[in-house]
């Protein structure tokens, strides 16, 4: 969906869209990152079905909106800085392409994470866990 949206953001002129569509569009886009952002983690953390983790993301991005507003700022201005330098920052893209943004929103939402889901003692047991089945 994300591809779909960059796609017809780009296409946008040939088109002949009115302020709506903008208006839409970049709303869609917003809400894809925002969306992503919170995903991300989870397919690493925790064992849900798609629409489990995609509700989950809802709402820790309704629930914390100011940190989410802050991630979501971090992404749009590393990319917009990004096309704003389009030739230039192609010689920069291969050492920071989506991690260093990525980090800094994760950095950003680490908090409202850690509270819904108890990452350390999740990560703490799962590595007492292992080391017991390798005492064994």
């Known amino acids: 969906m994300f591809g779909m949206q960059i796609f017809t953001f ?26 992503q952002t919170y ?11 798609l629409f489990g983790i995609l509700k989950n ?16 700022a971090v992404q749009v201005l590393y990319w917009g800085v990004l096309m704003l330098f389009f030739p230039v920052s192609l010689l920069l893209f ?5 991690w260093l943004p990525m980090t800094l929103s994760l950095l950003i939402i680490y908090d409202p994470m850690e ?20 005492e064994e």
């Open 10 to 35: 780009w296409h946008m002129d040939s088109i002949g869209t009115s302020l709506v569509s903008w208006v839409a569009l970049i709303a869609g886009l917003i809400l894809s990152i925002g969306l």
């Open 39 to 49: 995903m991300i983690p989870q397919l690493a953390l925790l064992d849900l079905p």
């Open 57 to 72: 993301a809802v709402l820790l991005l309704l629930g914390y909106l100011p940190r989410s507003v802050g991630a979501i």
């Open 94 to 98: 291969p050492f920071t392409n989506f």
């Open 115 to 134: 509270k819904s889901f108890n990452i350390e003692k999740t990560i703490k047991e799962m590595r007492e866990a292992q080391m017991q089945s390798d």
